[in-house]
């Protein structure tokens, strides 16, 4: 693979929150003619190929080292591999695809609130029926984690095919574990969460395949792609402010979480510093007292670019390159 190959969802509401975010970031997605649709293109990055995959195929691609990045659930990139060492680097969650992967157990259990309590209906539900208690889930890997982890063996999984949530009312299972968002589905068939049975607290996420040939080319495209994302995501979270200042480079290190964008030659004038908007008004206060005269203004940008990018040189201490 000489360009960098980028999978994304195919379909669905995540599809659609992936396309949105990159034309934010200036990068519209296209999706190319013939291949029924299965690619895409990004029209001012030539050297990175689309390819338009369901969100489980991504993770189990990522895994394989049949693309080089993918954006896809953490939970379906967990349940393909629990452990990520040397399979798969998670370089940055994207801030939307919210899910969390969670146990749950009928309404009527009044007396099951916790997984210890679990454990103890698991085993009087062994002892009763001479069978283990069913759990329904399509998260087979990180159900037998967690449930080893808090110390639970007397159970079966089955795996389901169908809307988990529906199995211990049709009977196929007496518990789940699922994802949910809201709860409301789940309490729509009369399930609750117990209370230490969240698994994985899930979002989407950009991820690079560490079994995936990566070419110079390849790296230098995913570093292009990263700066960009992040560039757009530091402009939309930061404001600009200028103010004529002494001495400003002394100021501006009184300042949590800011930094200098551009000083005046002489270090005496105007300086452009780059700050979060959540500091703002704690900014402005201690810019008040210093400035020498005129207004202290705030300026909005698209872009926010860093000489040496936290993300980038993240990902690559991830791939070596």
Same mark, same amino acid.
């Given at each position: 693979?000489?360009?960098?190959?980028?999978?994304?969802?195919?379909?669905?509401?995540?599809?659609?929150?992936?396309?949105?975010?990159?034309?934010?970031?200036?990068?519209?997605?296209?999706?190319?003619?013939?291949?029924?649709?299965?690619?895409?293109?990004?029209?001012?990055?030539?050297?990175?190929?689309?390819?338009?995959?369901?969100?489980?195929?991504?993770?189990?691609?990522?895994?394989?080292?049949?693309?080089?990045?993918?954006?896809?659930?953490?939970?379906?990139?967990?349940?393909?591999?629990?452990?990520?060492?040397?399979?798969?680097?998670?370089?940055?969650?994207?801030?939307?695809?919210?899910?969390?992967?969670?146990?749950?157990?009928?309404?009527?259990?009044?007396?099951?609130?916790?997984?210890?309590?679990?454990?103890?209906?698991?085993?009087?539900?062994?002892?009763?029926?001479?069978?283990?208690?069913?759990?329904?889930?399509?998260?087979?890997?990180?159900?037998?984690?967690?449930?080893?982890?808090?110390?639970?063996?007397?159970?079966?999984?089955?795996?389901?095919?169908?809307?988990?949530?529906?199995?211990?009312?049709?009977?196929?299972?007496? @518990? /789940? =574990?699922?994802?949910? +968002?809201?709860?409301?589905?789940?309490? &729509?068939?009369?399930? !609750?969460?117990?209370?230490? #049975?969240?698994?994985?607290?899930?979002?989407?996420?950009?991820?690079?395949?560490?079994?995936?040939?990566?070419?110079?080319?390849?790296?230098?495209?995913?570093?292009?792609?990263?700066?960009?994302?992040?560039?757009?995501?530091?402009?939309?979270?930061?404001?600009?402010?200028?103010?004529?200042?002494?001495?400003?480079?002394?100021?501006?290190?009184?300042?949590?979480?800011?930094?200098?964008?551009?000083?005046?030659?002489?270090?005496?004038?105007?300086? @452009? /510093? =780059?700050?979060?908007? +959540?500091?703002?008004?704690?900014?402005? &206060?201690?810019?008040? !007292?210093?400035?020498?005269? #005129?207004?202290?203004?705030?300026?909005?940008?698209?872009?926010?670019?860093?000489?040496?990018?936290?993300?980038?040189?993240?990902?690559?201490?991830?791939?070596?390159?």
């Amino acid at each position: 693979m000489s360009a960098l190959m980028l999978a994304i969802p195919s379909k669905g509401r995540l599809q659609e929150q992936v396309n949105e975010y990159f034309a934010d970031a200036g990068l519209p997605l296209a999706k190319s003619a013939g291949a029924r649709g299965y690619r895409a293109s990004i029209a001012s990055m030539p050297d990175v190929d689309v390819m338009l995959l369901s969100a489980s195929e991504i993770a189990g691609a990522l895994l394989e080292g049949d693309v080089h990045l993918g954006i896809t659930g953490e939970d379906l990139i967990r349940e393909s591999t629990p452990s990520l060492d040397g399979k798969v680097a998670l370089v940055k969650p994207l801030g939307f695809g919210f899910a969390d992967v969670v146990v749950a157990v009928p309404l009527a259990w009044i007396d099951v609130s916790t997984m210890a309590d679990l454990d103890d209906v698991c085993a009087a539900f062994y002892q009763r029926h001479r069978r283990r208690l069913r759990i329904a889930t399509k998260y087979v890997s990180l159900t037998r984690a967690f449930f080893a982890h808090a110390g639970i063996w007397d159970y079966r999984i089955v795996e389901s095919v169908g809307a988990t949530e529906g199995a211990p009312a049709a009977g196929a299972a007496e @518990a /789940i =574990v699922d994802i949910t +968002t809201t709860g409301t589905t789940l309490a &729509a068939n009369n399930l !609750k969460v117990v209370s230490d #049975g969240t698994i994985l607290k899930s979002q989407a996420q950009l991820a690079a395949s560490l079994g995936a040939k990566w070419s110079a080319g390849a790296a230098s495209a995913a570093k292009g792609l990263l700066a960009r994302l992040a560039a757009r995501e530091r402009a939309k979270n930061s404001l600009i402010l200028r103010s004529h200042l002494s001495n400003g480079a002394e100021v501006v290190k009184t300042l949590p979480g800011v930094s200098l964008l551009s000083t005046p030659p002489n270090g005496d004038g105007e300086f @452009a /510093i =780059v700050c979060p908007k +959540t500091n703002l008004m704690d900014a402005v &206060a201690v810019l008040r !007292k210093h400035a020498k005269s #005129g207004a202290i203004t705030a300026h909005a940008t698209d872009y926010i670019f860093e000489a040496n990018d936290p993300l980038v040189a993240a990902f690559e201490k991830a791939i070596r390159r």
